[in-house]
């Protein structure tokens, strides 16, 4: 049980770090944007959406948009819910470019409260790198199946794997491999890295250790799969993968043959 002072500590670093990286969010973030993890979500949807023509979808943290974007396509009505004003205004912003704003409604709140005033039920609720950044992660996810209607999914993605940051490999081939990968991505992006480092300098001091605090303490998914059990849920698909690196075929040698498991994903349904 986390404690309301660090609870709220937690959620105060959460607005101030995705409110200042809010424009740059998918240029500094390659593990979450380069070409394997988008693909990894985009089959993820496929499969969901050919299970059923899901019409109303949550999507929790929407961010800048990663999976709102994709969810699209499926045409669904979307509720889109996040703390920052400056993350959903990105996402605005490109709904705008393809002319498909009203087809999603934003809500800027913390999903405690939005679950508390929440009137209505959800045939598909998605997250994707959310879960870690609440305080009480588990008591939220019990509240989300509860706004499931039956036989409705819920898509967890891009979650850290337990206490995998402090267990990291250090095989040889592992080192080589990130240090192909970081001198790679200096290469070929160093004037968007040179743009990144320019922003950074008039940004205030970001302490991740608690926007990210699950993460370095280590982040429970037996717990998750636990916790969607006792919720009447039944886990359709549990994939974890290499999330680390830049590039995507390096995440997707890393998952295949080194079978390096960094982050996951589960669908459930109800």
Same mark, same amino acid.
């Given at each position: =049980?986390?404690?309301p @002072?660090?609870?709220?500590?937690?959620?105060d670093?959460?607005i101030k770090? &995705?409110?200042f990286?809010a424009k740059?969010?998918r240029?500094? &973030?390659?593990?979450?944007y380069?070409w394997?993890?988008?693909l990894?979500?985009?089959k +993820?949807l496929?499969?969901?959406f050919?299970?059923n023509?899901?019409?109303?979808v949550l999507?929790?943290?929407?961010?800048t948009?990663?999976i709102?974007?994709?969810?699209?396509?499926?045409?669904?009505?979307?509720?889109a819910?996040d *703390?920052?004003?400056? =993350?959903?205004?990105? !996402?605005r912003?490109e709904?705008?470019?393809?002319?498909r704003?009203?087809d999603?409604?934003?809500?800027? =709140?913390e999903i405690e409260?939005?679950?508390? +005033?929440?009137?209505k039920? /959800?045939d598909?609720i998605?997250m994707?790198?959310v879960l870690h950044h609440?305080?009480?992660?588990?008591r939220?996810?019990?509240? !989300?199946?509860s706004?499931l209607?039956?036989r409705?999914? *819920?898509?967890v993605?891009?979650?850290?794997?337990g206490?995998?940051?402090l267990l990291?490999e250090?095989?040889?081939l592992?080192?080589?491999?990130k240090?192909?990968d970081?001198?790679l991505y200096d290469?070929?992006?160093?004037k968007?890295?040179?743009?990144?480092s320019?922003y950074?300098?008039?940004?205030?001091?970001? +302490?991740c250790?608690?926007s990210? /605090?699950?993460?370095?303490?280590?982040?429970?998914?037996?717990?998750?799969?636990?916790? *969607?059990?006792?919720?009447?849920l039944?886990?359709?698909?549990y &994939?974890? %993968?290499?999330? @680390? *690196?830049? %590039?995507g075929?390096s995440?997707l040698?890393d998952?295949?043959f080194l079978?390096?498991q960094s982050h996951f994903q589960?669908?459930?349904?109800?």
């Open positions: =049980m986390i404690n @002072e660090l609870s709220k500590k937690i959620i670093e959460n770090v &995705h409110t990286e740059v969010y240029q500094i &973030h390659p593990e979450v380069n394997y993890q988008q990894l979500i985009r +993820d496929k499969k969901i050919d299970l023509h899901y019409q109303t999507d929790v943290g929407c961010g948009g990663n709102t974007l994709k969810l699209l396509r499926h045409r669904p009505a979307i509720d819910v *703390l920052s004003q400056e =993350m959903l205004e990105v !996402l912003i709904l705008q470019k393809v002319r704003e009203k999603v409604r934003f809500f800027k =709140m409260a939005f679950i508390q +005033d929440c009137k039920k /959800y598909l998605t994707s790198s609440f305080p009480d992660y588990l939220v996810l019990q509240k !989300l199946c706004l209607n039956p409705g999914i *819920l898509y993605t891009h979650e850290p794997c206490q995998y940051h990291r250090k095989g040889l592992k080192k080589l491999l240090k192909i970081e001198e290469l070929f992006y160093h968007r890295i040179r743009k990144i320019a950074y300098k008039n940004l205030p001091v970001r +302490d250790s608690y990210d /605090y699950h993460y370095f303490q280590g982040f429970q998914e037996e717990q998750v799969k636990q916790e *969607l059990l006792r919720s009447g039944k886990i359709i698909q &994939h974890p %993968f290499c999330s @680390e *690196l830049n %590039f075929l995440n040698f998952t295949i079978k390096t589960i669908i459930a349904q109800k």
